[in-house]
């Protein structure tokens, strides 16, 4: 104990007390530990390629990121959502089904805003948000957009990247950005037409009857989507 009180005793001496003063307590201006110091210079200078690596480089953001594992978990996802046709009904019904939406939110996000915005904008490619359409005369036409491309106008075709249950819900969800308000669309291009149709509602199995299977398959997502679209919404 007495040596103790010897070192602050010469750590006292040795230092000298600052001007300042708060309530009463001064301050001895007695220099940082070593590795206190090292370690915030290895801080300052990592965060210089961290900075231009994330802000200019190839590094992914945080929502970028998010999407990413988000759309991977979603094409397992995909997998269980069963032999869903590209037909009229199917389409439309999809469009109003919000947890199906999140699944084709987050595959337009991934590949397709690049070229015509997060929001369906428009950019590159046309606006999807309005009435005016190119190659689109009837909601199934936007399944066969997406499965054969438009080589031509530079959209690819996604018959080799999705299978067909992703696609049905992508081209659900473009549907279902009609009539949205993107925060800065394109010019209207292409020929307006006429709107979707309404979705027919599916008949409920009279009470002890089992629930017939729509040949288009689901009318609503299997186990596991409702907890994959609170994931995918935080």
């Known amino acids: 104990m007495n040596d103790m009180n010897d070192m602050n005793d010469m750590n006292k001496r040795n230092s000298k007390i600052l001007d300042h003063e708060y309530d009463g307590i001064r301050e001895y201006d007695n220099p940082l530990p070593q590795w206190w110091t090292w370690l915030m210079w290895g801080t300052v200078l990592f965060s210089v390629p961290y900075f231009v690596f994330y802000t200019f480089g190839t590094g992914e953001t945080l929502e970028q990121s998010y999407d990413s594992e988000t759309?991977?978990?979603?094409?397992?996802?995909?997998?269980?959502?069963?032999?869903?046709?590209?037909?009229?009904?199917?389409?439309?019904?999809?469009?109003?089904?919000?947890?199906?939406?999140?699944?084709?939110?987050?595959?337009?996000?991934?590949n397709c805003s690049v070229c015509h915005g997060p929001d369906g904008?428009?950019?590159?490619?046309?606006?999807?948000?309005?009435?005016?359409?190119?190659?689109?005369?009837?909601?199934?036409?936007?399944?066969?957009?997406?499965?054969?491309?438009?080589?031509?106008k530079g959209m690819p075709a996604w018959n080799r990247n999705f299978s067909q249950p992703q696609m049905v819900v992508l081209s659900a969800y473009v549907a279902s950005l009609r009539g949205t308000t993107p925060s800065a669309p394109k010019a209207p291009e292409g020929q307006v037409i006429a709107p979707w149709p309404a979705p027919v509602p599916v008949e409920k199995p009279a009470a002890g009857q089992p629930a017939a299977r729509h040949e288009s398959g689901p009318t609503s997502p299997p186990d596991g989507a409702v907890s994959a679209d609170r994931t995918a919404n935080g």
Request: hydrophobic share 40%; glycine share 10%.
């Open 121 to 152: 904008g428009g950019g590159t490619g046309p606006n999807l948000t309005d009435d005016s359409f190119i190659n689109v005369k009837q909601v199934t036409d936007l399944y066969r957009v997406i499965h054969d491309g438009v080589i031509n």
């Open 71 to 110: 759309a991977a978990f979603f094409t397992v996802l995909a997998r269980r959502l069963g032999d869903i046709q590209p037909d009229e009904q199917t389409l439309v019904r999809l469009s109003k089904d919000d947890t199906f939406m999140s699944i084709g939110r987050v595959l337009f996000r991934a």
